[in-house]
């Protein structure tokens, strides 16, 4: 059996040229990467040609560790839907070298359901993340610099910065550090410390800016810290927004790349769901929306993180509306999810599939909360038996809702007709649009509460002495009609990782919240997740070699 690398290796692309002419662009209006990547121009956003295409969100049960398959069944969902005559561009996140150095791998699909060139696009790309890194990170430079300046200094109190660094690695030794050490000439010492580049701010302002000068005004609201009189400071204030976006000026645009099967796929931002917002940005969802008639686009993670902050904050900041939810399942997560331990997942086990379905239940009904209407797909691993399969169909049926499966790993496009022509169907027959579940100017403690009560089954929230003195200084700011972007587990419904199914009368620890007011969002980080993660004990880069001629192995 060939490997995700070993299949896309075998694939002769198709010239970039040649993917943009099926959704009737132009080679002019390309800024070519090579032969196979390409910049689109931000002119091609069409208002009166969105309102006409349908949204379709890709979203999952609670994963295992090492995922559902989610961009693997977007990818090839998209190519099922080509082929039944449906003009579809799939519209997806970029991978960060954290997960594809260590644990997930990369992030392009996987089989005969992958975005190709697959290497590029896992590594660097078209090097949107690394000015996102820059632009970040010169902020911080301008934050220290103007502190050790006394002549123009603004008065910046150390002890109240809130901007980190950002590399996009997995380093938990870079958690927490000091910054300024080794004498007055190199700055004032202090308490700082590094997240990931798809939690910063910088990612979350790009994937929500609908332009350039949007962009540069949320990159002028980043709060910094207070000065010692207790006056807020912005990035604005240290004048650092027109650099951050001029370092940001090629990043905005999004990319364009082609499917396995030679069909168009846009790919733009980055940011995780269990730390950021999870989703794609706007411009990326608008460009796909302006060019075909069906944009399948994902969300990470489960429904209960991705899927909820792309309906609670993308589709509300953007005016945007889904027609149709694909929540992806696998037998494994069920099984998982049914008490089995990871190492037995492989043995055939209908009764902890049925168990574990409380799982796939509980996001099904957060879905209706939206007035979503959803279509299981059921990802097919060849492990998997003909019982474990209707136990989950059986579960489907009883609540109403149509369970596909999609064998998109081994047969691609052809592996998914069945459900491209139930989602078509779900979604040319919705005309309604969805419905939120919380109103902005709700208080932000209201919000919070309505989410952990309703879609994680939480019975109450608790906050500890850092979040309280938080939700004063929002308070403080003017910051109480934002949006909440809920930092918490991926593997749990609730914020403890080792409650898996469908747990419930749990108490939600908020631990301390973020202010990204640049996002135009704050951030209740819970239970103990990190915004910088770690690597594993044995990590994939262990795997990844490049030979003599320059090919690359050991990506999956």
Same mark, same amino acid.
């Given at each position: ?11 002769? =692309? ?9 959704? @009737?662009?132009? #080679?002019? /209006? ?26 379709? =969100? ?32 799939? +519209?997806?996140?970029?991978?960060? !070298? @954290? ?48 502190? /050790? ?17 950002? *590399? ?5 030794? !870079?958690?927490?550090? +000091? ?28 994937? !929500?800016? %609908?332009? &350039? ?18 006056? &807020? ?27 396995? #099967? ?19 940005? +706007? $411009? ?19 429904? %209960? ?6 309906? %609670?904050?993308?589709? /509300? ?38 168990? @574990? ?84 100017? *709700?208080?932000?403690? #209201? ?7 309703? $879609? ?38 609730? %914020? ?18 973020? $202010? ?11 239970? #103990? $997740?990190?915004?910088? &993660? ?23």
């Amino acid at each position: 059996m060939k490997t995700d690398i070993e299949i896309a290796q075998s694939i002769a =692309l198709k010239d970039i040229r040649e993917i943009a002419a099926q959704v @009737g662009i132009t #080679e002019d /209006q390309l800024d070519l990467y090579g032969r196979y990547k390409a910049k689109l121009p931000l002119s091609l956003i069409n208002p009166e040609r969105i309102k006409k295409s349908k949204l379709i =969100l890709v979203s999952a049960i609670s994963p295992t560790p090492a995922g559902e398959g989610k961009t693997t069944v977007s990818i090839g969902l998209s190519q099922g839907l080509n082929r039944i005559g449906k003009k579809t561009c799939v +519209v997806l996140r970029e991978p960060s !070298l @954290g997960p594809v150095f260590g644990i997930k791998g990369g992030a392009t699909g996987g089989g005969y359901s992958q975005v190709l060139p697959m290497e590029d696009i896992n590594l660097h790309f078209t090097g949107d993340f690394a000015a996102v890194e820059k632009a970040h990170n010169l902020l911080s430079a301008l934050i220290d610099n103007n502190i /050790q300046n006394k002549q123009y200094s603004l008065g910046i109190d150390p002890r109240t910065i809130a901007w980190k660094r950002v *590399m996009d690695m997995n380093d938990r030794a !870079l958690r927490q550090v +000091v910054v300024g050490l080794g004498g007055t000439s190199n700055g004032v010492p202090r308490e700082s410390g590094f997240d990931i580049t798809v939690a910063s701010e910088v990612m979350a302002i790009l994937c !929500l800016s %609908d332009g &350039p000068d949007d962009l540069k005004r949320r990159l002028g609201n980043i709060f910094v810290g207070f000065t010692y009189d207790k006056k &807020p400071v912005f990035a604005r204030d240290l004048k650092a927004q027109g650099a951050m976006a001029a370092l940001l000026k090629d990043a905005i645009r999004p990319n364009l790349v082609q499917t396995l #099967e030679g069909y168009p796929a846009i790919i733009h931002g980055g940011p995780f769901a269990n730390i950021a917002q999870g989703t794609n940005t +706007v $411009i990326a969802t608008r460009t796909g929306l302006s060019l075909a008639d069906y944009v399948v686009t994902e969300a990470g993670f489960g429904f %209960d993180l991705g899927g909820e902050k792309f309906l %609670d904050i993308k589709c /509300q900041s953007a005016g945007l509306s889904p027609s149709a939810l694909v929540l992806v399942a696998t037998v494994r997560a069920l099984k998982y999810h049914g008490g089995v331990k990871l190492a037995d997942l492989p043995q055939p086990n209908a009764a902890a599939v049925e168990k @574990g379905c409380c799982n796939l239940e509980k996001h099904l009904e957060n879905a209706a909360l939206f007035k979503l209407p959803a279509v299981v797909a059921i990802n097919r691993f060849t492990s998997d038996t003909d019982d474990e399969i209707k136990a989950i169909q059986d579960k489907c049926k009883a609540m109403g809702v149509e369970a596909v499966v999609a064998e998109v790993w081994a047969h691609g496009g052809a592996g998914s007709e069945a459900l491209a022509h139930a989602v078509a169907r779900t979604a040319d027959n919705n005309q309604s649009p969805y419905q939120p579940l919380y109103d902005w100017s *709700m208080p932000i403690e #209201e919000k919070i509460k309505r989410i952990a009560t309703s $879609i994680y089954g939480a019975a109450e929230v608790e906050y500890m002495p850092k979040a309280k003195s938080d939700l004063k200084r929002i308070a403080t700011l003017g910051m109480q009609g934002v949006p909440v972007c809920i930092a918490k587990t991926q593997k749990s419904l609730s %914020d403890n990782a080792d409650l898996i199914g469908r747990p419930s009368g749990f108490t939600l620890t908020v631990r301390e919240i973020e $202010i990204a007011a640049g996002a135009g969002f704050v951030v209740p980080i819970t239970g #103990e $997740i990190m915004r910088m &993660p770690g690597l594993p004990n044995i990590p994939a880069a262990e795997n990844i070699d490049i030979d003599s001629q320059g090919n690359i192995t050991g990506l999956f």
